[in-house]
């Protein structure tokens, strides 16, 4: 797989630290908005829900806001509704009548640390969080905040997240495994989706053009998802925090199945290329957002 290896020291170094500090005022919006809820186990259970993990998609939404002359006042919420979305939609794929994982992140999953119920509202009250935070004045004039609401509900629900999610539990069942154009597509709803959302978020708040943006976007969370099935194959459990090998066991169609291992990793350093060649209208500014789309690939978890 591709590596950091391609840039500069100082630009890696400034990459890591970005990630870092996104991650870092992320948390904490999302510390402020569930602290002002009431005590109680599923309130807990959401704060436990959001720790951890990369926190890719709310440095989507800073980085891209920085690169528009956003400042960060305005883009916290919105990068952190997208963490609270993406933490619902874990809570609930690792529920026992979905993928019925114990571990994410290295800890027990919530239906597993609670109960089934409590994960169900737990994930119910982060996604409706996410659209509350997008909602808060801070973020701009009602019209932005309109269009940030309206975009994400249409990345999470039906024609998004929400859809990837049940063609990849229909196919579970198919006669037959999903083509390479099936898998794409169903990818680019349950993991591109949101990624793109995120990506474009800074625009959004701009009132700029979000179409390179998007299309970076859309190499990124396709090269993330070609990434995870590498991870499924070539990674460690205990790096990588939750049960590996899952969809070979269970015969599913995967960008490794379908492409073989050193086919997926070529697919997905393409797809970093041409993530990179999208944001060549932004010249040097984009250096984190390139780096994140090399990252993607590099990651080990």
């Not at 960060?72 to 009548?97: N, T």
């Not at 119910?124 to 935070?133: E, G, H, I, K, P």
């Not at 209208?281 to 984009?286: P, Q």
Request: net charge negative; charged share 20%; hydrophobic share 50%.
């Amino acid at each position: 797989m591709a590596n950091l290896q391609v840039l500069s020291p100082s630009m890696t170094e400034t990459f890591s630290a970005a990630l870092a500090a996104a991650a870092k005022a992320t948390q904490a919006r999302l510390a402020e908005a569930v602290g002002h809820l009431p005590d109680l186990p599923v309130t807990r259970a959401m704060s436990y829900a959001v720790q951890g993990g990369k926190g890719l998609r709310g440095f989507l939404v800073l980085e891209s806001a920085r690169l528009h002359g956003v400042d960060q006042s305005r883009a916290i919420g919105p990068a952190a509704a997208i963490e609270a979305l993406h933490a619902y939609s874990l809570v609930h794929d690792d529920l026992p009548c979905m993928d019925d994982d114990d571990l994410r992140r290295g800890q027990p999953t919530v239906h597993r640390k609670w109960d089934e119920a409590t994960a169900v509202l737990a994930g119910d009250a982060l996604q409706t969080l996410a659209f509350t935070l997008c909602a808060d004045d801070s973020v701009g004039p009602a019209e932005v905040r309109v269009d940030l609401i309206a975009s994400l509900a249409k990345a999470a629900g039906a024609e998004g997240m929400v859809l990837g999610q049940a063609l990849d539990i229909a196919a579970e069942t198919a006669a037959t495994p999903l083509s390479l154009d099936e898998i794409t597509a169903l990818q680019a709803g349950k993991t591109g989706a949101l990624i793109v959302w995120s990506a474009e978020a800074g625009a959004r708040l701009a009132g700029a053009d979000t179409g390179p943006l998007r299309h970076y976007a859309t190499a990124l969370g396709l090269a993330f998802q070609i990434a995870d099935d590498i991870l499924d194959v070539e990674g460690d459990a205990d790096a990588v925090g939750k049960a590996l090998r899952k969809d070979a066991e269970a015969g599913k169609a995967t960008f490794v199945s379908l492409l073989g291992l050193d086919g997926a990793k070529a697919r997905a350093a393409a797809l970093v290329d041409e993530a990179c060649a999208a944001l060549e209208c932004y010249g040097a500014e984009a250096h984190n957002l390139r780096a994140a789309a090399r990252f993607v690939i590099a990651r080990r978890n």
